[in-house]
């Protein structure tokens, strides 16, 4: 559904502006890119902080999880120049949904 992908979308972006960069950073560069795919929309969001990997954060820290349970496919290619999710959500024609992927 695209009210999944959406919302994997802005977890993903809320990530990034929230972690990847120090408090008070002002205007964090963010990058969104969305292309479709035969039967899939690919989305990738960028950012050109630093990657904090996940750990115990009492009740924070599931956006990947999240991410996760609302798209077909997540990855995460943390770098030097900062980080990249891949969003993967699969058309589903059959059932009317333009993203969905149950």
Known sequence: MLGDLGLAVYEALANAAEHAYEPGCPAPPLRLTARLDHDHVLVSISDEGRWC????RGLRGRGLSLMRQ?????DVEPGAQG???????HL???????????
């Open 53 to 56: 990997p996940p750990g115990d």
């Open 70 to 74: 609302l798209v077909s496919a997540v």
């Open 83 to 89: 980080t990249t999710v891949h969003l993967c959500a």
């Open 92 to 102: 589903d024609h059959d059932s009317g949904d333009r993203a969905g992927h149950r």
